[in-house]
Antibody, heavy 115, light 107 residues
Framework: QVQLQESGPGLLRPSETLSLTCTVS????????WSWIRQPPGKRLEWIGY???????NDNPSLKSRVTMSLDTSKNQVSLNLTSVTAADTAVYYC?????????WGRGTLVTVSS | EIVMTQSPATLSVSPGERATLSCRAS??????LAWYQHKPGQAPRLLMY???SRATGIPARFSGSGSGTEFTLTISSLQSEDFAVYYC?????????FGQGTKVEIK
């Protein structure tokens, strides 16, 4: 059974860079696609992007190229960086396996952007 | 981007009753539609993909139908563990997008 756990700082100040890690157990990150999704308070889920095949990525144009994703095969982790955060980036951030449909999800981690 | 609209926002149902959830796409997504269940504090769970294929381990009381712009998730006889928020999601056009959710609550 694949398990995913997101981790990272819960509080950021505006203009900082959000860095999150997703630790995967029960599967090799080499063998699948990995996605990041977020849900701001009171709003719908938003697909941030996905990564696969050693580092090929695709991110949501709405995030205006602020997104970087990477794979650490030695730790079986997937990472997300989001630069120049604002209050609008406050959300629960999820990592999940799959592209198209998402087979397994983490429980999410709340990130708050506030001065 | 394709906008997904779910209705109703909240559905009040008694245990054992049938629940019908709707999802509409702003333009055709063919059969590229998934459904998820989300309970507070838990990871979201994939229910359906390809509009009507049940994911691994999903009980037969869950069924999906539709194509193009109109989709339905039916829960034939609600169990206590089925009270949750349900989301639809299209994966026909990038960026893939989600509906705003339907909360199924106990009547």
């Amino acid at each position: 059974q694949v398990q995913l756990q997101e981790s990272g700082p819960g509080l950021l100040r505006p203009s900082e860079t959000l860095s999150l890690t997703c630790t995967v157990s029960g599967a090799s990150i080499r063998s699948s696609f990995w996605s990041w999704i977020r849900q701001p308070p009171g709003k719908r889920l938003e697909w941030i992007g996905y990564i696969y095949d050693g580092g090929t990525t695709n991110d949501n144009p709405s995030l205006k190229s602020r997104v970087t994703m990477s794979l650490d095969t030695s730790k079986n982790q997937v990472s997300l960086n989001l630069t120049s955060v604002t209050a609008a980036d406050t959300a629960v951030y999820y990592c999940a396996s799959g592209v198209g449909w998402l087979t397994d999800w983490g429980r999410g981690t709340l990130v708050t952007v506030s001065s | 981007e394709i906008v997904m609209t779910q209705s109703p926002a909240t559905l009040s149902v008694s245990p054992g009753e049938r629940a019908t959830l709707s999802c509409r796409a702003s333009r055709s997504v063919s059969f590229t539609l998934a459904w998820y269940q989300h309970k507070p504090g838990q990871a979201p769970r994939l229910l359906m993909y390809g509009a009507s294929s049940r994911a691994t381990g999903i009980p037969a009381r869950f069924s999906g139908s539709g194509s193009g712009t109109e989709f339905t998730l039916t829960i034939s006889s609600l169990q206590s563990e089925d009270f949750a928020v349900y989301y639809c999601q299209q994966y026909n056009n990038w960026p893939w997008t989600f509906g705003q959710g339907t909360k199924v609550e106990i009547k």
